[in-house]
């Protein structure tokens, strides 16, 4: 599986952004895709997850302001950012896994600065 995100930038607190991710490979086995973030100085952590249930969850942080999205053949997740603050300036990084008969596999994809200024 290969992940391609995009969509990061500037934006001035209280602007919205919209993170996409576009999935590549063997994307027919993925049951569950995210978004993870790391600020300077933090470790990566869980922004929004959702599954092929359509489940989702959200850190504590940015539920009610951001929402994820995918298609339904697993080829695209977004993540629609909303009233953005400067604490949610980091990396953010696309996630999906991927279940097989020998196991669960984490893939990454290279990350996206979002920048929020205040």
């Known amino acids: 599986v290969q992940l391609q995100a995009s969509g990061g930038g500037l934006v001035q607190a209280g602007g919205s952004l919209r993170l996409s991710c576009a999935a590549s490979?063997?994307?027919?086995?993925?049951?569950?895709m995210a978004w993870y973030r790391q600020a300077p100085g933090k470790q990566r952590a869980l922004v929004a997850r959702i599954t092929s249930g359509g489940s989702t969850n959200y850190a504590d942080s940015v539920k009610g302001r951001f929402t994820i999205s995918r298609a339904n053949a697993w080829n695209m997740v977004g993540l629609q950012m909303n009233s953005l603050k400067p604490e949610d300036t980091a990396v953010y990084y696309c996630?999906?896994?991927?279940?097989?008969?020998?196991?669960?596999?984490?893939?990454w994809g290279q990350g996206t600065l979002v920048t929020v200024s205040s």
């Open positions: 490979g063997s994307i027919s086995s993925i049951y569950a």
């Open positions: 996630n999906a896994v991927r279940a097989t008969t020998s196991g669960e596999y984490d893939y």
